[in-house]
Nanobody
């Protein structure tokens, strides 16, 4: 069973940057597409970005396009999410999740079988 652990969250001012990490253990990252989701208080969990294993294709939701970048380092069994030009509306708990190989319907949490516990990102005005 694959395990995922997020890190890198914190408190940052609007316009600032953070880099989130998702460390994968229990299996090799080569088998998995990894997505980042986020959930703000009172809101549904939403897909932010995904990187596939099969061809390293990346996907990102429109509201963060040009600001957030996903990448993977299979040698380190780690996936990163670089958050730039952060806005207050980016405040949420960020989760990483694993699916086999492809980011098929990556915006759908039901597509992912393994989840981390999340890391809090808070953006102040």
């Amino acid at each position: 069973q694959v395990q995922l652990v997020e890190s890198g969250g914190g408190l940052v001012q609007s316009g600032g940057s953070l880099r989130l990490s998702c460390a994968v253990s229990g299996s090799t990252l080569d088998f998995y597409a990894i997505a980042w989701f986020r959930q703000a208080p009172g809101r549904e969990r939403e897909g932010v970005s995904c990187v596939s294993s099969a061809d390293n294709s990346t996907y990102v939701r429109d509201s963060v396009k040009g600001r957030f970048t996903i990448s993977r380092d299979n040698a380190k069994n780690t996936v990163y999410l670089q958050l730039n030009s952060l806005k207050t509306e980016d405040t949420a708990v960020y989760y990483c999740a694993a699916a086999y190989y492809y980011c098929s319907t990556w915006w759908d949490p039901d597509d992912f079988h393994s989840w981390g516990r999340g890391t809090q990102v808070t953006v102040s005005p």
